[in-house]
Nanobody, 121 residues
Framework: QVQLVESGGGLVQAGGSLRLSCAAS?????MGWFRQAPGKEREFVSA????????IYTDSVKDRFAISRDNAKNTVYLQMNKLKPEDTAVYYC?????????????????WGQGTQVTVSS
């Protein structure tokens, strides 16, 4: 069973940056980042394929967030720039399937515990 541990969350002012990390206990394939704000459903943010070449983003974070991975360290990153108050949420990483990059939460088998990101205005 894959274990995932997120880190890097915190409090930042609007316009600032944070980098989230997700360390996996073993090699993973597609990896995704999701977020959940209070009172809202968990939503897709970004995903990356096993080679690190293919990436996808939800529209609201395009041109501000960048996903990457270091397979030698079994770690995935989410660089978040130009943060907005509406980015405030608990961010989760998840390990997904081989060969494609889904956006649905039900297609990811393993999840981390989440890390809080708070953006003040």
């Amino acid at each position: 069973q894959v274990q995932l541990v997120e880190s890097g969350g915190g409090l930042v002012q609007a316009g600032g940056s944070l980098r989230l990390s997700c360390a996996a206990s073993e090699h993973t394939y597609t990896m995704g980042w999701f977020r959940q704000a209070p009172g809202k459903e968990r939503e897709f943010v970004s995903a990356i394929g096993s080679s690190g070449i293919v990436t996808i983003y939800t529209d609201s974070v395009k041109d501000r967030f960048a996903i990457s991975r270091d397979n030698a360290k079994n770690t995935v990153y989410l660089q978040m720039n130009k943060l907005k108050p509406e980015d405030t949420a608990v961010y989760y990483c998840a390990a997904g399937p081989v060969g494609y990059l889904p956006r649905g939460t039900d297609t990811y088998a393993y999840w981390g515990q989440g890390t809080q990101v708070t953006v003040s205005s």
